[in-house]
């Protein structure tokens, strides 16, 4: 039984046209002119799966290993985590937590003499 708000059939005649019709999930959500969580929404509730253009988890998994590139390099180029971090454009935090995450050791803050 579908749960939420019941979706006018002229509406669910559109959506359906835009899932079978469209390449990917985006297409169709811009299509429609609605936002991406209430096609999402919808979909998930009729148990479509989702729909991704060719090529998307090859690109993102690639996006992944050069911002990890990134990351590592700055993290070997300067002294500690808050320099690292201004030079990616990141917050203290979200590099101290991606080096964690990595295992890599903390690097002492140098003091100044």
Not at 22 to 28: I, K, P, Q
Not at 83 to 104: D, E, I, K, N, Y
Request: aromatic share 10%; charged share 35%.
């Amino acid at each position: 039984m579908l749960m939420g708000r019941a979706v006018k059939p002229k509406d669910e005649a559109d959506r359906l046209y835009a899932y079978w019709s469209s390449s990917c999930d985006r297409e169709a959500w811009q299509m429609l002119g609605i936002k991406r969580s209430t096609y999402t929404m919808w979909r998930w509730l009729r148990q479509l799966p989702p729909k991704r253009k060719q090529g998307d988890n090859d690109r993102i998994r690639q996006e992944r290993a050069d911002r990890r590139a990134q990351r590592l390099e700055a993290y070997h180029r300067w002294p500690d985590d808050a320099a690292a971090a201004a030079a990616l454009g990141v917050s203290v935090g979200a590099f101290r937590r991606w080096r964690q995450r990595q295992g890599l050791p903390h690097k002492p803050q140098s003091k100044a003499p």
